[in-house]
């Protein structure tokens, strides 16, 4: 009949009245996400390949001990709290990550499992995640680190120079920032807080500057991908160059 309420199905795990393909929305995430945390796992501890004349891999910028002297592990162990920490507690890859691992839930208006107790971020392992602005901070930090070894990727043996590396680790970094700068975090720095912008302190430069960042972080999601693949690509290539598997190209 026409104007009758409809009856949602009984909740449990995957009902949904929805008839479309939900469960493809989740895929990607499971293949891309979950591969490069395999990828990222194996080359952290493998603590070998990471360096090629100017080149430096990200996942183990800055370099710390390379040579063990107090440090028996690899050195990509020391900095892997950083990156590692600044991705997992981002507010998109929370989305993302609870959904495609937890099913918690597995899409929108698809039902959860009922024998969850839900608490939110407000109980402890998932509470953890509210540090998230605190490993914004330390991101930027690791970007300087990895600017400067884009920079220090144009010189070889003293000469100023460009080869195939040069250029993906500029793209890498590239990427890096604009996921980091594109921030939920530093969108709120900017004028999160305020209600009126002409009433606070450097108001109107504070606007800029929130107008800026919420541009970016309306791309937020688009730059979580591209610097995810980039990364992983950059690290896969000097360490093909470094084994000797492939030749780095000079261009200049």
């Not at 796992?41 to 990200?58: D, M, Q, V």
Request: glycine fraction near 8%; proline fraction near 6%; hydrophobic fraction near 45%.
């Amino acid at each position: 009949m026409a104007g009758s309420p409809t009856l949602m199905p009984k909740s449990r795990l995957g009902s949904t009245l929805r008839r479309d393909p939900w469960w493809i929305e989740i895929l990607p995430v499971v293949l891309v996400l979950g591969g490069f945390g395999v990828y990222a796992t194996l080359r952290a501890f493998e603590g070998k390949y990471y360096e090629w004349g100017p080149y430096l891999s990200p996942f183990y910028s800055p370099l710390i001990d390379p040579l063990h002297h107090w440090w028996p592990f690899s050195p990509a162990l020391l900095i892997l709290v950083g990156p590692l920490g600044f991705r997992a507690t981002c507010y998109y890859y929370r989305k993302a990550y609870y959904r495609a691992f937890f099913l918690d839930p597995p899409a929108c208006a698809v039902g959860e499992s009922p024998r969850r107790n839900y608490r939110g971020e407000t109980a402890f392992p998932f509470i953890l995640q509210n540090v998230h602005r605190y490993f914004f901070y330390l991101a930027v930090l690791f970007i300087v680190f990895l600017w400067y070894d884009a920079i220090r990727s144009f010189f070889f043996s003293g000469h100023f120079g460009i080869g195939v590396g040069t250029l993906i680790l500029t793209l890498n970094v590239s990427l890096l920032s604009l996921y980091t700068f594109s921030c939920h975090s530093l969108r709120h720095l900017a004028g999160g807080k305020l209600d009126c912008f002409s009433c606070g302190t450097f108001g109107r430069s504070r606007f800029e500057a929130w107008r800026l960042s919420t541009f970016l972080n309306e791309r937020h999601m688009l730059f979580a991908w591209c610097s995810l693949f980039s990364v992983g690509f950059a690290d896969f290539y000097i360490r093909m160059v470094s084994c000797g598997a492939i030749r780095d190209l000079r261009l200049l």
